[in-house]
């Protein structure tokens, strides 16, 4: 449990429909289960070997190394413009979800504003990382087109906290993957907003958490990120 | 903040100055913000290019960490936190000490050497004075992390240091919602932060 917007001077939203929320940690488990499968291991030993790798010393563990194979399926392109891709593909999918959360008028008040004000996150990110795309040469992915259970405003709460800490831990995923400094830097200024997002819902969602991976925030694979999106998906 | 910069090119052009490639795909972001009418993509900018030693960078965050720490666990223990400022403040103080070991390992392992833990000054005496800074402070620290991050020349600790910022930009959010100022006051994109612009935020709180 962590900060409760309800109780702040920026949400004079009726407790009531925060308190609706009833908690299910079901959907959250399987999310946090299909992206677990990497940076349990403790961060120490991580760290231990990310420097043995920087001074040059042959190290067993290296989880966060840029691997010989792309770190995206290669349906999305290669090098730099195939990670753009994916994260297009997963911006897309959080831009239609925030539309349709908009559209339901499922929250309002302040929760309602930060709401709108994340779905226009996310539309920011869509149309800078196509225009990147575009400018790199590269031919930007398709538009998914998602299909999202618009139920109540405590399933769409969850679901928007378990999709936001999803898009964090797979730009974190592919930060070492990324060879362009500047795509880099883009990277990391979206993944951070991403944690904001899903930091600020984690006070509507009963059980949630500002840091549900503690200290330090695990990155996922693309593997694990698609499997998880993929319900989501028409 | 994101509109002032996007309103002075020269801000723009000078935290580019020297990167071909960074440059061209800048332009090309801009080009796209004034497409879509937003400040889509003004940090879209790698401001800490230099040549830094990734020891230098690890020292730096633990600079950043320590003072974290110090804050939170013996500044924050002074001013009457209660309730939820008081358990996110408890917590937050854990995870940034974490920070702190995590980062002191890294030099040792690297071969650095770890800097002495600085004396901290923070002008705060109330729970309101403290919860403003700590908001100013953990947005600092994205910004520092986000600044320094494309310096890193190991991709391990490339991922280490997103995973410790990623903590820091959850911070910041927590907070902001506490004391009733936005969670992402840098809108869609988060800034980016040279050493120097750090410092000047940060240098005043280190005696």
Redesign the interface.
């Given at each position: 449990m962590s900060t409760s917007l309800e109780e702040e001077e920026l949400t004079p939203q009726p407790r009531g429909i925060v308190e609706q929320l009833v908690r299910d940690d079901v959907g959250r488990k399987k999310f946090l289960k299909a992206v677990g499968t990497t940076g349990a291991a403790g961060f120490g030993a991580f760290v231990l070997a990310a420097c043995g790798s920087s001074s040059k010393k042959k190290t067993t563990t290296t989880p966060a190394s840029p691997a010989a194979t792309p770190s995206v399926p290669a349906s999305f392109g290669k090098g730099d413009i195939g990670i753009l891709n994916y994260a297009l593909t997963l911006e897309y999918l959080e831009d239609q979800f925030y539309a349709k959360v908009i559209a339901a008028k499922l929250f309002t008040g302040a929760v309602g504003s930060l709401v709108a004000q994340f779905g226009q996150a996310e539309a920011e990110h869509v149309a800078a990382i196509h225009a990147t795309i575009l400018k790199l040469g590269g031919t930007p992915a398709a538009k998914p087109t998602g299909k999202f259970p618009i139920t109540n405003a405590a399933e769409v709460a969850r679901l928007a906290y378990a999709v936001e800490n999803l898009g964090a831990s797979a730009y974190l995923g592919q930060a070492a993957s990324i060879s362009s400094p500047a795509v880099l830097a883009a990277a990391l200024s979206i993944h951070t907003v991403e944690a904001r997002h899903a930091a600020t819902l984690a006070t509507l969602v009963p059980g949630g958490h500002v840091t549900p991976d503690g200290a330090f925030a695990k990155p996922a694979d693309a593997a694990a990120v698609l499997a998880a999106v993929k319900p989501y998906i028409a | 903040m994101i509109t002032d910069r996007l309103a002075n090119p020269e801000l723009a052009e000078f935290e580019?100055g020297g990167?071909t490639?960074?440059s061209?795909?800048?332009r090309?972001?801009l080009?796209?913000?004034a497409?879509?009418g937003?400040?889509?993509?003004a940090?879209?900018?790698?401001?800490a290019?230099g040549a830094t030693t990734?020891i230098d960078i690890l020292n730096f965050a633990l600079t950043l960490e320590y003072l974290e720490t110090d804050f939170y666990q013996v500044k924050g223990k002074t001013v009457g936190l209660t309730g939820?400022a008081k358990?996110?403040v408890t917590?937050f103080g854990?995870?940034?000490a974490?920070?702190v070991?995590?980062?002191t390992?890294?030099?040792k392992?690297?071969?650095g050497t770890p800097v002495a833990k600085p004396t901290f000054s923070f002008p705060v005496s109330t729970a309101s004075q403290f919860l403003d800074l700590a908001y100013v402070v953990e947005n600092l620290g994205?910004s520092a992390?986000?600044g320094a991050?494309?310096s890193l020349?190991?991709?391990?600790?490339?991922?280490?240091a997103?995973?410790?910022?990623?903590?820091?930009?959850?911070?910041?959010?927590?907070?902001g919602?506490?004391?009733?100022?936005?969670?992402?006051p840098?809108?869609?994109?988060?800034?980016?932060k040279t050493k120097a612009e750090v410092l000047k935020v940060a240098g005043p709180l280190i005696k």
């Amino acid at each position: 449990m962590s900060t409760s917007l309800e109780e702040e001077e920026l949400t004079p939203q009726p407790r009531g429909i925060v308190e609706q929320l009833v908690r299910d940690d079901v959907g959250r488990k399987k999310f946090l289960k299909a992206v677990g499968t990497t940076g349990a291991a403790g961060f120490g030993a991580f760290v231990l070997a990310a420097c043995g790798s920087s001074s040059k010393k042959k190290t067993t563990t290296t989880p966060a190394s840029p691997a010989a194979t792309p770190s995206v399926p290669a349906s999305f392109g290669k090098g730099d413009i195939g990670i753009l891709n994916y994260a297009l593909t997963l911006e897309y999918l959080e831009d239609q979800f925030y539309a349709k959360v908009i559209a339901a008028k499922l929250f309002t008040g302040a929760v309602g504003s930060l709401v709108a004000q994340f779905g226009q996150a996310e539309a920011e990110h869509v149309a800078a990382i196509h225009a990147t795309i575009l400018k790199l040469g590269g031919t930007p992915a398709a538009k998914p087109t998602g299909k999202f259970p618009i139920t109540n405003a405590a399933e769409v709460a969850r679901l928007a906290y378990a999709v936001e800490n999803l898009g964090a831990s797979a730009y974190l995923g592919q930060a070492a993957s990324i060879s362009s400094p500047a795509v880099l830097a883009a990277a990391l200024s979206i993944h951070t907003v991403e944690a904001r997002h899903a930091a600020t819902l984690a006070t509507l969602v009963p059980g949630g958490h500002v840091t549900p991976d503690g200290a330090f925030a695990k990155p996922a694979d693309a593997a694990a990120v698609l499997a998880a999106v993929k319900p989501y998906i028409a | 903040m994101i509109t002032d910069r996007l309103a002075n090119p020269e801000l723009a052009e000078f935290e580019v100055g020297g990167v071909t490639r960074a440059s061209f795909i800048l332009r090309g972001a801009l080009a796209a913000g004034a497409v879509y009418g937003t400040a889509a993509v003004a940090p879209f900018v790698s401001s800490a290019l230099g040549a830094t030693t990734d020891i230098d960078i690890l020292n730096f965050a633990l600079t950043l960490e320590y003072l974290e720490t110090d804050f939170y666990q013996v500044k924050g223990k002074t001013v009457g936190l209660t309730g939820l400022a008081k358990h996110d403040v408890t917590n937050f103080g854990a995870e940034e000490a974490a920070h702190v070991a995590a980062l002191t390992s890294a030099i040792k392992a690297g071969g650095g050497t770890p800097v002495a833990k600085p004396t901290f000054s923070f002008p705060v005496s109330t729970a309101s004075q403290f919860l403003d800074l700590a908001y100013v402070v953990e947005n600092l620290g994205v910004s520092a992390y986000n600044g320094a991050g494309p310096s890193l020349k190991s991709k391990a600790l490339l991922t280490a240091a997103g995973s410790i910022v990623q903590i820091e930009a959850r911070h910041a959010a927590a907070i902001g919602l506490l004391i009733g100022k936005s969670p992402i006051p840098s809108g869609a994109f988060d800034q980016a932060k040279t050493k120097a612009e750090v410092l000047k935020v940060a240098g005043p709180l280190i005696k």
